[in-house]
């Protein structure tokens, strides 16, 4: 039977689900009452969720959690987090604690360009692209007010447009490159708003412009924001002299940090390691991002190609000794908004935001650079120290006794166990054997 369907988005959430139940699951009713399990009992947050997205079937449940004691530029935080990997949390408590009683994190805003293109071709004479261009700058202006006219109230617009010309990369191919500052906002709907006007006010007035007038008409390929924001940029670290630092098991303090060090110089020069380093940043990014209602896939692209600026991809974090200072800082691109897009509309971000104080876009990228630096040290010391694996099996064991389907006792009686014994799933199965025995 074919599962081709036409006209699936205009039939009722009803009748897509029994499509799919018939279609997919051979009518199974367990198929359709997991989806049902999870909608929400109140008909209007259902709704809500139902209206984000085209085609919902059900709500996809991730956990929302906490990593509270974050003490940033002096000032006290508890975190939201969304995260479905176990051991990110208790990663990000431990760390905030560990930094909390050595002066805490500190953070920079270094900017927050935004940035969007209009990206044409052009056939003519490039001095008289320029030479027009300049001459209807105004004009770009004047045409997207109505749509600039709030943001330029709130402090924000547009910035600059320059023209860009890209031709010995691409034959006939130009830019309008825009910056913006946004504000609180992410922007992404302001600015490309702005940019199909600006698109539109360049065909417009080429076709009348005396220099351009009866030569191949601008051909307008797309109109689009950038991901990649290198000016919206911002720095966290922390830092303490090496003695202030705690002892670990086995090694000096000096040793921990000089190994610490070598760890993240691994991550600067080889691939492979900054891949896996910077996903463990990227735990507490997305986590924060997500718990904000923000845009993680925005934000991922950004920052990853933000990794590989020198042409190589590396290390978004630095470790230094320098005397008997040790430090560890992040720098990364994250263009966030704290308004507008989810942040007003779905409940549990509105929560998070309230959680945070309802920051500022500037402090949420504050906010968001700890999450990911405190993420980063806390792996890079179990890596350099007992291992990854100690730690996060602890974590994952409540995973592998739900699997297993253990009950209530049988999961205290676990975790006492395991906690002086290595968890491995073959370690939890016997163990629940004999339990049952
Ligand atoms: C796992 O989610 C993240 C780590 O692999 C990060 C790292 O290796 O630095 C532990």
Not at 2 to 22: A, D, P
Not at 107 to 128: D, N, R, S, W
Not at 368 to 386: C, H
Request: some cysteine; aromatic content about 8%.
């Amino acid at each position: 039977m074919s599962k081709n369907i036409v006209g699936f988005s205009r039939k009722t959430k009803e009748e897509k689900i029994e499509w799919l139940i018939t279609t997919y699951f051979g009518g199974n009713k367990d198929a359709k009452q997991t989806l049902v399990s999870y909608w929400n009992s109140d008909d209007k947050l259902q709704q809500l969720h139902d209206e984000f997205i085209e085609n919902t079937v059900s709500n996809f449940y991730l956990p929302l959690g906490v990593a509270p004691n974050f003490i940033i530029n002096q000032k006290e935080y508890t975190i939201p987090m969304v995260i479905e990997e176990s051991s990110v949390i208790a990663a990000a408590a431990k760390a905030s604690k560990y930094w909390g009683i050595r002066g805490g994190f500190r953070t920079t805003v270094l900017g927050q360009e935004k940035i969007g293109q209009v990206h044409f071709m052009y056939t003519g004479a490039p001095e008289k692209l320029f030479s027009f261009f300049n001459s209807i700058e105004a004009q770009f202006h004047q045409d997207s007010a109505s749509i600039t006219k709030n943001m330029n109230a709130r402090g924000g617009g547009i910035s600059s447009l320059t023209l860009v010309d890209k031709t010995i990369e691409l034959n006939n191919f130009y830019q309008i490159h825009v910056c913006f500052n946004t504000v609180d906002s992410m922007g992404a709907n302001f600015i490309n708003s702005c940019l199909e006007q600006f698109a539109k006010t360049l065909v417009r007035e080429a076709a009348t412009h005396v220099d351009l007038k009866g030569e191949e008409p601008i051909e307008i390929v797309m109109s689009i924001l950038s991901n990649y924001v290198p000016n919206c940029l911002v720095r966290a670290e922390v830092r303490c002299t090496i003695d202030a630092l705690e002892p670990e098991e086995g090694l000096t303090k000096r040793e921990f940090a000089e190994k610490f060090v070598r760890a993240v110089e691994i991550a600067r020069i080889e691939p492979h390691r900054a891949v896996t380093h910077n996903k463990g940043i990227m735990n507490g990014v997305d986590a924060v991002v997500l718990a904000t209602g923000n845009d993680f896939r925005a934000v991922e692209a950004g920052i990853h190609a933000y990794a590989s600026r020198t042409g190589q991809y590396r290390s978004l974090s630095t470790a230094t000794i320098t005397e008997d200072e040790f430090c560890f800082a992040l720098e990364i691109p994250l263009a966030v908004g704290t308004v507008g897009g989810l942040t007003n509309l779905h409940p549990l971000v509105k929560w998070s935001m309230q959680l945070l104080g309802n920051p500022k876009a500037s402090e949420l990228m504050e906010l968001i650079a700890v999450a990911g630096l405190a993420q980063n040290f806390g792996a890079l010391r179990s890596l350099v120290t007992s291992g990854i694996q100690k730690g996060h099996m602890k974590m994952h064991l409540l995973n592998i006794l739900n699997q297993l389907n253990a009950d209530p006792s049988q999961k205290e009686a676990a975790v006492d166990h395991f906690k002086t014994t290595p968890v491995s799933f073959s370690a939890v199965t016997e163990f629940l054997k004999a339990s049952n025995a």
